[in-house]
């Protein structure tokens, strides 16, 4: 099965910037789509971000739009979001999904995930 693992949570201000990374293994990478998803307390999980395999499907929530970039690595195992101009709002529980379908991923985040990283942004 697929083990993923994210990092570079934090604590920032408003207006700061942050970058989140996910890293898999266990999996033909070759296939498989990435993704991130959130969740504060009291709110519902939220799809932020997913990546295609090959890195030509982008999906972005319109509320990070603008702000937020996501990528594959150099090594197609790995997974980043590139988080500017962060708001209050963003604080959440961020967490690493993935799946070999892009339609299963974008439709719900897919049948792996990771433990999750904390975003806190507060002044």
């Known amino acids: 099965q697929v083990h993923l693992v994210e990092s570079g949570g934090g604590s920032v201000r408003p207006g700061e910037s942050l970058s989140v990374s996910c890293s898999a293994s266990g999996y033909d990478y070759s296939s498989l789509s990435m993704g991130w998803f959130r969740q504060a307390p009291g709110k519902e999980r939220e799809h932020v971000a997913s990546v295609s395999a090959a890195g030509s499907l982008t999906y972005y929530a319109e509320s990070v739009k603008g702000r937020f970039t996501i990528s594959r690595g150099n090594a197609k195992n790995t997974m980043s979001l590139q988080m500017n101009s962060l708001k209050p709002e963003d604080s959440a529980m961020y967490y690493c999904?993935?799946?070999?379908?892009?339609?299963?991923?974008?439709?719900?985040?897919?049948?792996?995930w990771g433990q999750g990283t904390q975003v806190t942004v507060s002044s």
């Open positions: 999904a993935a799946d070999n379908s892009w339609s299963a991923l974008t439709g719900g985040g897919g049948g792996h």
